[in-house]
């Protein structure tokens, strides 16, 4: 190997060597810093691609997830309004088969006339009060029912269906004017709360279902979400334990390189001894 002043060829190879060592040792640093392993589209472009997808569909799925959470708060309210009417109606019907007693004297009908009118009154207040966030399925306010998204292609729907527990209506055939003063009044009333009564039950036995339904929708949300980003953090998360061990490798090999070049630097020194 001929000596040169001009050209050193060592230290040019170790200098590239050094340049190699102290990009690998950048790379590992991100790795730690960020606790990715594919940070941007440069360090795998197909891998990145992919992960964003699949970001996107979290997203999705984070927005359904919060939608089903709005639908299960509407709907436990509108059960629990309905539950209270129903036990309600219980009340009422005891007021009913009172009044049929043919002993009483006009003031204890009177008395069952006053309180069964004012538990008709409490009926009618809780429908109009059962509502969360603006939403109401007790009343005639939405015919078709309450629908919220049940994927993240916005494809599918879950449905509340509207129960109208208004008086006077299907369910409850009981309207506000219903009295219990007279016998006559008493049986007529008699009949259509028995017949209330089994409705509502049947239209709480629905609105049951439906949120057993969206409650079990709700937790497999939750479950392909979790599923989604631990494929994401497969494809894009470091070996942090892998990284560390590399970093410390790279760091001594670093320092090896450095010393290398140095040494590479001093061959021209050689040249001056020749001419002493």
Excluded: C, Y
Aim: charged share 20%; hydrophobic share 45%.
């Amino acid at each position: 190997m001929s000596l040169t002043i001009i050209t050193n060829k060592a230290a040019m190879s170790s200098l590239q060597n050094l340049n190699v060592t102290t990009g690998n040792l950048e790379e590992v640093q991100g790795r730690l810093g960020t606790g990715l392993r594919i940070a941007t589209s440069k360090d795998n472009s197909a891998i990145w691609a992919i992960a964003q997808n699949q970001r996107a569909d979290m997203g999705g799925l984070a927005a359904v997830r919060l939608g089903l959470d709005r639908a299960q708060s509407i709907g436990d309210t509108a059960l629990s309004a309905g539950q209270t009417i129903a036990d309600l109606l219980v009340k009422m019907k005891e007021r009913v088969v009172a009044a049929q007693d043919v002993s009483l004297n006009i003031v204890s009908r009177q008395a069952l006339e006053e309180d069964f009118s004012a538990l008709l009154r409490q009926v009618a207040q809780v429908v109009r009060d059962a509502a969360f966030d603006g939403t109401k399925l007790l009343d005639d306010s939405l015919p078709g029912g309450a629908r919220f998204l049940a994927d993240a292609e916005g494809s599918s729907f879950i449905t509340l269906s509207n129960q109208d527990l208004r008086l006077g209506q299907a369910i409850i055939t009981l309207s506000l004017g219903s009295s219990i003063l007279t016998l006559s009044n008493a049986a007529g009333s008699l009949s259509r709360l028995n017949a209330s009564i089994d409705n509502v039950s049947l239209a709480l036995a629905e609105m049951g279902a439906q949120l057993k339904q969206l409650e079990q929708h709700n937790t497999f949300v939750g479950k392909l979400t979790d599923s989604v980003e631990a494929g994401v953090g497969n494809l894009v998360d470091a070996d942090l334990a892998k990284e560390s061990a590399r970093l410390q490798a790279l760091t001594v090999h670093q320092q090896l390189g450095a010393q290398a070049l140095a040494i590479a630097n001093q061959a021209p020194q050689i040249i001056l001894s020749l001419f002493r």
